[in-house]
């Protein structure tokens, strides 16, 4: 099993950056698919990004394409979420996820096994 723990969240101005870190431990890093979600208020929880085990392909939701780069660290141990040109409806509790599964879908939260307990992030107008 893997263990995680997001952090990097906090309040930030319309327009502004920020960057999340989701550090795991308890397993092989690299064996896992990892993804990025997000719950806002009253909503359900949705896609945001994921990554290959090696790094070397990422999908984004249309929503955060081209405004949100997901990286990660497997000497680390670590998944980043770079979040640029932050918007108010990006305010939202982040969360990051991760699958062993072959056959996993990217973008379904049934997908992932193992979640962390999330960040908030709040943008203002």
């Known amino acids: 099993q893997v263990q995680l723990v997001e952090s990097g969240g906090g309040l930030v101005q319309a327009g502004g950056s920020l960057r999340l870190s989701c550090a795991a431990s308890?397993?092989?890093?690299?064996?896992?698919?990892m993804g990025w979600f997000r719950q806002a208020p009253g909503k359900e929880r949705e896609f945001v990004a994921k990554?290959?085990?090696?790094?070397?392909?990422?999908d984004y939701s249309a929503s955060v394409k081209g405004r949100f780069t997901i990286s990660r660290d497997n000497a680390k141990n670590t998944v980043y979420l770079q979040m640029n040109s932050l918007k108010p409806e990006d305010t939202a509790v982040y969360y990051c996820?991760?699958?062993?599964?072959?056959?996993?879908?990217?973008?379904?939260?049934?997908?992932?096994?193992?979640w962390g307990q999330g960040t908030q992030v709040t943008v203002s107008s």
């Open positions: 996820a991760a699958t062993s599964s072959p056959t996993y879908a990217a973008g379904d939260v049934r997908s992932y096994a193992y």
């Open positions: 990554i290959s085990r090696s790094g070397g392909s990422t």
């Open positions: 308890g397993s092989t890093f690299s064996n896992y698919v």
